[in-house]
């Protein structure tokens, strides 16, 4: 089953303008992970946030996290047609599995 | 490093059939982790190993699929027989350290058909 609930399911934006995806989980957690796919393509690693993390910034990057409403947001700025792709959480559990469960994905398409 | 590398890329194949996927895993990385993607299911994770051993399998669905990883530089998913709802895309991925303090590598996938 998967851990990470995306909203939204689809997202598409002008180039230029800023975009925020969500994300939700159930379990706790030891850190979150964002990831990246184009299309045909395999997953790219953006970010990963830690459990005692509230933000992180990577270039036009931005991720929040929030422990107790169990719930992420991805904020891309200034948005550019190569950032069209889907966008996907992942939760590695606080029980230290190792691995990761990832949700549905949002699909970003970026107009230019 | 060339990165994860999968084999092959595509495969279509008829039902019944016996596949092997492949996977090279980047030099170093202690844990290699299979998923599958379809629409209907999304990522799913299949099985991962740590220094070859496999971990945690709950994730394959059923005995048909089975994963070796005979060293630290290949591993194999096979699917025997292969049925038409197998069709999906397979993704392995390495990490150094799991998802405990970093993020996976993955590979290009295999786009499995099976008619």
């Known amino acids: 089953s998967q851990q990470g609930e995306e909203d939204p399911q689809a997202l598409s934006i002008q180039e230029g303008e800023n975009a925020t995806m969500n994300c939700s989980y159930k379990?706790?957690?030891?850190?979150l992970q964002w990831y990246r796919q184009n299309s045909g393509r395999g997953l790219v690693h953006l970010i990963l946030i830690r459990s005692n993390e509230r933000e992180k910034h990577s270039g036009r990057l931005r991720v929040t996290l929030d422990t107790s409403k169990k719930s992420s947001s991805l904020l891309i700025t200034a948005s550019r047609a190569a950032d069209t792709a889907s966008y996907f959480c992942a939760t590695a559990s606080s029980s230290n599995t190792g691995k990761l469960i990832f949700g549905q994905g949002t699909t970003l398409q970026v107009k230019p | 490093d060339a990165g994860v590398i999968q084999s092959p890329r595509h495969e279509v194949t008829e039902m019944g059939q016996e596949v092997t996927l492949r996977c090279k895993p980047i030099?170093?990385?202690?844990?290699l982790f299979w998923y599958r993607q379809t629409m209907m299911r999304g990522l799913e994770l299949l099985i991962y190993?740590?220094?070859?051993?496999?971990?945690?399998d709950s994730g394959m669905p059923e005995d048909r699929f089975s994963a070796k990883m005979p060293n630290a530089s290949f591993s194999t998913l096979k699917i025997q027989p292969s049925e038409p709802r197998d069709s999906a895309v397979y993704f392995c991925?390495?990490?150094?350290?799991?998802?405990?303090?970093?993020?996976?590598?993955f590979g290009s996938g295999t786009r499995l058909t099976v008619v």
């Open positions: 379990t706790s957690i030891n850190n």
């Open positions: 030099s170093g990385h202690d844990y």
């Open positions: 190993f740590n220094n070859n051993v496999p971990i945690d």
């Open positions: 991925a390495s990490s150094l350290q799991a998802g405990f303090k970093d993020g996976y590598t």
